[in-house]
């Protein structure tokens, strides 16, 4: 009689358990999480479109070239479509009926460290090329006092998400460890009155501290790190200079009357998004000095993108972004480099 009790408050216990990891699996669908793998929320909801790079067999040495970018919106696919560009481009260049494959992850508020990631997960394929371009959004995560600044960029919610999901690989297997971690470091943060900052504008009451590069380090700590996965890999990796336009003897505010003094795109970003636009130009500077000495430092490939690009309003929608003219002005000046320098040979 005992023994029926004891099995019997078991089985009760564990269709209790599976009924609690069914409940909790629906809630995570309904945040976009998959149900049976709820890890590919990685590749699926926060870095859209990884898991189709990923599922791939990407291996050099065959007919086509394979290439990955990696960087920001400016490269995107949604901004410069620079992938189909480069591809009209150098078909043409190259010729021999030479065929590209083009893997294009830059994303709006990409930083150093999403690309640090996404490469990172990428370690099953092998590309021909890896072009890396991106020194604007990291400029974000310096708006913030100095006492709440984390070098992994945690006080910033999208990435302090990423690295609660990252540390719990049985999710698949069980989300109630995950879920539970969520519910306590929440707890935790209000009991803390924990500082977060968005990965995607600026806190006007921060804006005075972006004055500090403080992301000097961890941009030079990311890239050093893709430059060590390209190495151990085998991938030719290609590092640029960041290309920007600041307007002589204008102070930009963020205002509509701006745009005065660009190309007039359909399209544009404020510069106050990234913060002061004074701040703003010394920390595309600082990280472009960055991308210089490791490229330098490290014998690699490297491009000067923005001595390259004129200095010209036309060109661009904004500090960074690139109009039409803009976007075949960049697609061909990289294209002549890579030519010239025999990158996809």
């Not at 945690?154 to 995950?178: C, G, M, Q």
């Not at 929440?186 to 009991?191: K, P, Q, S, V, Y």
Request: charged residues 25%; contains cysteine; glycine residues 6%.
């Amino acid at each position: 009689m005992k023994f029926r009790s004891v099995f019997f408050t078991v089985i009760f216990f564990l269709i209790l358990l599976l009924f609690t990891e069914v409940l909790l699996r629906l809630v995570l669908v309904f945040y976009g999480y998959p149900f049976f793998r709820p890890s590919d929320y990685l590749y699926k909801g926060i870095y859209q479109g990884l898991d189709k790079v990923a599922e791939k067999n990407i291996q050099r040495g065959d007919d086509v070239k394979d290439v990955l970018i990696l960087g920001g919106s400016v490269v995107s696919t949604a901004w410069s479509r620079l992938e189909s560009r480069l591809d009209t481009i150098l078909s043409k260049k190259l010729g021999n009926g030479q065929k590209f494959a083009f893997y294009n992850q830059a994303r709006a508020g990409y930083t150093s460290l999403d690309n640090r990631i996404q490469y990172e997960l990428l370690d099953k394929q092998r590309f021909d090329l890896v072009i890396y371009y991106e020194a604007i959004n990291e400029n974000r995560a310096n708006n913030v006092p100095p006492k709440d600044f984390l070098p992994d960029y945690s006080h910033i919610k999208w990435y302090s998400d990423i690295y609660l999901l990252r540390a719990h690989p049985e999710i698949n297997f069980t989300v109630i460890p995950f879920l539970v971690a969520k519910v306590i470091k929440a707890a935790r943060d209000i009991g803390s009155h924990k500082v977060y900052i968005s990965q995607e504008t600026v806190d006007p009451k921060f804006i005075k501290y972006g004055a500090d590069i403080k992301t000097a380090k961890p941009f030079r700590k990311n890239l050093g790190e893709i430059i060590n996965m390209a190495n151990h890999r085998g991938d030719n990796l290609l590092l640029m200079s960041y290309a920007s336009y600041f307007p002589q003897n204008v102070v930009l505010t963020g205002q509509e009357s701006d745009m005065k003094h660009f190309a007039g795109c359909n399209f544009a970003s404020p510069v106050v998004i990234w913060g002061n636009p004074e701040n703003v130009k010394k920390g595309i500077k600082t990280h472009n000095e960055v991308i210089t000495e490791l490229a330098r430092e490290n014998h690699l490939n490297f491009m000067d993108m923005a001595n390259t690009m004129p200095k010209d309003s036309s060109l661009f929608c904004d500090v960074c972004h690139v109009s039409e003219a803009g976007a075949q002005r960049y697609a061909n000046e990289l294209s002549d480099f890579i030519v010239k320098n025999k990158l996809l040979r």
